[in-house]
């Protein structure tokens, strides 16, 4: 059986980061789509080089590079071979950025409140 990605919606019904891809060059989401792709046919253990688990939160982060610019991709795994998709964004320095971790850690919380889980 597959993986299911899915992105998170807010409450009003708005897909932000759908709108986050949109944003970003047309091939550059192209590929994240493709890699989403890959993680929903063969799940965590096959990617395993290009998904890490960030340390001391609850969010897995898989990283696409895309003509030199590198895209981070936060989700979370839940039963029933669900994948999450909390936030992406491009990093642009070596650390991760705290507001981006937080602003996916929110988004999980509202995405559990709302879900039966």
């Known amino acids: 059986m597959d993986w299911h990605v ?9 897909s932000p980061v759908e709108e986050d891809i949109a944003r970003f060059p047309r091939k550059a989401g192209a590929k994240i789509f493709r890699w ?8 965590l253990s096959n990617l395993r080089d290009y998904i890490t688990k960030l340390e001391g939160y609850d969010l897995f ?8 610019s590198y895209y981070r991709v936060f989700f979370y795994p839940y039963e029933g071979k669900r994948l999450a998709i ?6 642009k ?3 991760t950025p705290r507001r981006e ?17």
Do not use: M, P
């Open 6 to 14: 899915e992105f998170y919606i807010t409450e009003r019904g708005e």
């Open 36 to 43: 989403l792709d890959l993680l929903e046919k063969f799940g």
């Open 61 to 68: 982060e898989l990283r696409v590079l895309h003509a030199g």
């Open 86 to 91: 909390f936030h992406i964004f491009s990093k």
């Open 93 to 95: 320095s070596k650390e």
């Open 101 to 117: 971790i937080e602003k996916a850690l929110r988004r999980r919380q509202d995405y559990e409140s709302r879900q039966v889980i």
